[in-house]
C-alpha cells in the first residue's frame, strides 16, 4: 500500500516534469484501476456504436474517473484506502495534487477547468473541451514536425495527456449524473438531453478517441 508522496520530494522535480505524472513500476493497486478503466473505454465503445450516447458518457466518465485514480495511487498521492474520497470527482483528486507541486503547475489546472465551467450549457461545454485538448494536441504534433522550437517531444507528449485528462475530469464530471437519471428540471429523460443532441452526437466519438489515445499513453502495459 502506498504511502503518502514527500511534499518536499515533490517542490524539487524539474520545472520540464511538473506538468504530468511519472509512471513507475506497476502493482496490484495500481494496475487494477487501469485494467477497469480499459473495461469502462471497451463498454463505452459498444454504447456508442449503438448509438447510447448517454451512458457511453457514463462509461467514459468512468474510465477517466480510474485512470486519474490509477495515477494517483501509483504515484503515491494516495493510499487505496483513502481513494475513496474522491468519489466520482476526479478533477478534484487532480487538483489536491496541483496543490503541492509548483505553483505553475496549480495554474495549468486551474486555467483549464474555468474556461469549462464558465459555460453555460452542456454543447458549449463540449466544445471548449475539444478547443483545449485540441491545442495541446496541435502543439505535440507540430514539435514531432519541427514546427515550433520547443525540443522536448516527450515533455510534450506528457502536458499533451495530462491536458486531455484534466479537460475530461473536469467535463465528464458536471455531465456523469445527468447521463443516468431523468432531469430534475424538465423530467426529460437522458436519452432525450443526450442522444438527440447534435452536439453530443458530433462530439462523442472523438471524445471516446482521446480517451483511448490517453490509455494507450498512460498505461500501453495494458491496453
Known amino acids: 500500500m502506498g504511502k503518502k508522496i ?3 520530494s ?8 511538473i506538468f504530468s505524472m511519472t ?12 485494467e477497469t478503466a480499459v473495461l469502462n473505454c471497451k463498454t463505452a465503445s459498444t454504447l456508442l456504436h449503438n448509438k447510447i450516447y448517454c451512458h457511453a458518457l457514463f462509461f467514459m466518465q468512468q474510465c477517466i ?17 483513502e481513494i ?5 470527482s476526479p478533477e478534484e ?7 503541492v507541486m509548483e505553483s505553475q503547475s496549480e495554474l495549468f489546472f486551474a486555467n483549464i477547468k474555468e474556461r469549462i465551467i464558465k459555460e453555460q450549457d452542456l ?7 475539444n478547443s483545449i485538448i485540441n491545442h495541446y494536441c496541435q502543439i505535440y504534433e507540430d514539435s514531432l514536425r519541427k514546427i515550433t522550437t520547443y525540443n522536448n517531444p516527450a515533455i510534450l507528449l506528457k502536458l499533451c495527456v495530462d491536458a486531455i485528462i484534466i479537460s475530461l475530469s473536469v467535463l465528464l464530471n458536471s455531465m456523469q449524473q445527468n447521463t443516468r ?13 443526450y442522444d438527440e443532441s447534435e452536439i453530443v452526437v458530433k462530439h462523442t466519438p472523438h471524445i471516446l478517441e482521446r480517451i483511448k489515445y490517453v490509455l494507450i499513453n498512460v498505461c500501453p502495459d495494458i491496453v
Not at 483528486?93 to 496543490?99: E, G, P, R, T
Not at 454543447?123 to 473541451?129: I, N, V
Open 6 to 8: 514527500n511534499t518536499e
Open 10 to 17: 515533490i517542490r524539487s522535480i524539474d520545472i520540464n516534469e
Open 23 to 34: 509512471y513507475p513500476n506497476r502493482d496490484e493497486n495500481s494496475i487494477c484501476w487501469f
Open 65 to 81: 474517473e480510474c485512470i486519474v485514480k490509477g495515477i494517483l495511487i501509483e504515484n503515491q498521492i494516495v493510499n487505496v484506502r
Open 84 to 88: 475513496k474520497k474522491w468519489s466520482h
Open 93 to 99: 483528486a487532480f487538483s489536491a495534487f496541483y496543490k
Open 123 to 129: 454543447e458549449s461545454k463540449l466544445e471548449m473541451t
Open 181 to 193: 437519471y431523468p432531469d430534475i428540471e424538465t423530467c426529460k429523460l437522458p436519452s432525450v438531453l
